[in-house]
């Protein structure tokens, strides 16, 4: 019989605990910053920091799960076979905002190179380095364990938007990295908020509809990566993903108004077919 005591409040320790780990990490980014270290030392050290919920989630493991295995668990979380039609569906929609954010950046805005990026050396290595110092890192913690856990005992819906809420919270210093002041980064916080929790709403549907950690990962990253690739203001560029992501939140919901987000309840997943009760 295990003996180890079982945390009582398990997400909240997740979430302090991944702060706790963050904050040193972004710190030290600021002083090899400082110190004028190459760009590649710098892009490392924002991975790292990425994965402080992994790693919070590790050390609790034990308490949060006693007696289960933590490489099994993460197994376990991509163990479900892919259905192609929800990760299509769900790029689509993606690819879908980036055109539209791209129409309105190219029409409003008066610079002449609308992309980032200017080779396919550094499309692949920006594609890449978006990989490791978000989606990878960041997923297994907020959605393979948060996100689960307070579906237990609330509605994916609720969940998302609790998860959610404390998700963009963990962002919190980066914003005043953004170089915005006064009214400006009120907007941004505004804008970047909603941005996340209505991507966080997109997340919990497909996620729920696959139950395959792969899916909020790729949503995760194609946000990341097209936002990345647009050369346009910061502002504006957070402004267009928040109504965009925020109209697409809104008619899941729509569409799902009895389960709220396909809860784990009322979805099975056999064999890559969704059984819908």
């Known amino acids: 019989m295990n003996s180890e005591k079982k945390l009582k409040k398990p997400i909240a320790s997740f979430i302090l605990l991944t702060n706790l780990i963050f904050l040193p990490l972004f710190c030290l980014i600021g002083i090899i910053s400082m110190l004028g270290l190459p760009a590649w030392v710098i892009d490392v050290m924002f991975c790292l920091s990425a994965w402080s919920s992994t790693f919070a989630f590790a050390v609790l493991f034990k308490k949060i799960y006693p007696g289960q295995s933590f490489i099994q668990f993460v197994k376990d979380k991509f163990n479900n076979k892919l259905i192609f039609s929800v990760i299509l569906t769900a790029i689509m929609i993606q690819a879908s905002i980036f055109l539209m954010i791209l129409f309105l950046v190219s029409k409003n805005s008066e610079i002449n190179v609308i992309f980032t990026i200017s080779s396919w050396g550094m499309l692949v290595y920006f594609f890449f380095k978006n990989l490791l110092s978000g989606p990878l890192g960041e997923e297994l913690g907020w959605r393979g364990f948060a996100q689960m856990e307070l579906q237990k005992k609330h509605s994916p819906l609720k969940a998302s938007i609790i998860i959610g809420f404390w998700w963009g919270m963990w962002h919190l210093p980066i914003w005043f990295t953004t170089g915005l002041v006064g009214i400006d980064l009120i907007k941004y916080i505004l804008f970047f908020m909603i941005a996340i929790m209505s991507t966080k709403i997109v997340m919990t549907a497909f996620y729920n509809l696959n139950q395959n950690l792969?899916?909020?990962?790729?949503?995760?990253?194609?946000?990341?990566?097209?936002?990345?690739?647009?050369?346009?203001?910061?502002?504006?560029?957070?402004?267009?993903?928040?109504?965009?992501?925020?109209?697409?939140?809104?008619?899941?919901?729509?569409?799902?108004?009895?389960?709220?987000?396909?809860?784990?309840?009322?979805?099975?997943?056999?064999?890559?077919?969704i059984d819908c009760h």
């Not at 957070?238 to 109209?247: G, K, R, S």
């Not at 987000?261 to 064999?271: D, M, P, S, W």
């Open 214 to 273: 792969i899916v909020p990962i790729i949503i995760h990253q194609f946000f990341n990566f097209f936002i990345g690739l647009i050369n346009g203001n910061l502002l504006d560029l957070i402004m267009y993903n928040a109504i965009l992501y925020l109209v697409v939140a809104v008619l899941l919901i729509v569409i799902n108004p009895k389960n709220v987000l396909y809860g784990k309840e009322e979805i099975n997943v056999i064999h890559g077919e």
